[in-house]
């Protein structure tokens, strides 16, 4: 469960986890993020393109499915063998997932080391 915090660790980082509370609404999601990338939030994502690659591909093939929730992403590739008929594994929607995760995380949990608030 906490891979990514394990190998952050090994590598000698400071990892501090925080509990972000139950997941928020997809639409509420969406317009936070959405929101954040055009610099309305305390937080103006960037994703570096020469380390992102398979992120910034993901991003615009992640579809959508509307429900009596109202809208949320279509995850029902993501348990599907990778075959030619599939997206790789690589352009599903796990990435995007951590990165809404990251985004949503910075901007609800900031980090304040005392001289600079991280967000």
Request: net charge negative; glycine share 8%; with cysteine.
């Amino acid at each position: 469960m906490f891979v990514v915090t394990d190998e952050l660790q090994n590598n000698d980082w400071t990892v501090m986890g925080y509990e972000l509370g139950p997941p928020m609404h997809h639409d509420q999601k969406h317009l936070i993020i959405n929101n954040a990338f055009q610099g309305d939030e305390s937080l103006f994502p960037m994703l570096n393109k020469d380390n992102n690659v398979d992120l910034i591909q993901a991003i615009p093939l992640t579809g959508y499915t509307i429900n009596t929730l109202g809208f949320r992403k279509d995850k029902s590739g993501e348990k599907t063998p990778e075959s030619p008929a599939t997206l790789p594994y690589e352009l599903r929607t796990d990435g995007t997932d951590a990165m809404d995760t990251l985004i949503l995380g910075c901007i609800r949990k900031p980090y304040d080391d005392g001289k600079y608030i991280y967000a």
